[in-house]
Every structure is written in C-alpha cells, then in structure tokens.
C-alpha cells in the first residue's frame, strides 16, 4: 500500500490544474530578460566577437531602448517603421 491518498482524484499533477495566475506564469521574451538579468546578472547574453554583454547589461540596454522608442511614440501595435516600409522609400 502506499501513502494515504495517493492516487487518489484530489492528488493530481499541477499540469493538470487549470491555469490561473496562483500556478501559472507565462515566460514572455520580457519577462525572460527581466529574470535572466535578476537571476544570471554578470553571466554573458550576448557574444559577437569581441563584444560581450552580461545579462544585466543587456536588460538595461533593453530598457534604454525601450524608452527611447517609447518617447517618440512608438509602442504596442505601432507599424509606421516597419522594414519593408523602410524599403519602399
């Protein structure tokens, strides 16, 4: 026999749980950035050459950028520059 209530239909794997913000996460491209920098901070992100960026570097590179774009009024759905639009002029 084993443990009390094992088996039973009140034990049930958590990826057998409906998901709800208690027991579910989404890892978004942001919020792997957000961890990886908290989590890997002087760890390397990005290796082209000689150049290198540790993961913090790269959050705040990120966020930089972020608010730049966000200052000219680029955001969530914005499509005026895109590369093929770029191209056609």
Known sequence: MGSPGHGDAAERDIDDLPRNDANYTALTPLWFLERAAVVHPDRAAVVHGPVRYTWAETYRRCRRLASALA??????????????RLLSY
Do not use: N
């Not at 200052?71 to 093929?84: D, L, M």
């Open 71 to 84: 200052q000219r009024s680029v955001g969530p759905g914005c499509t005026k520059f895109t590369p093929a």
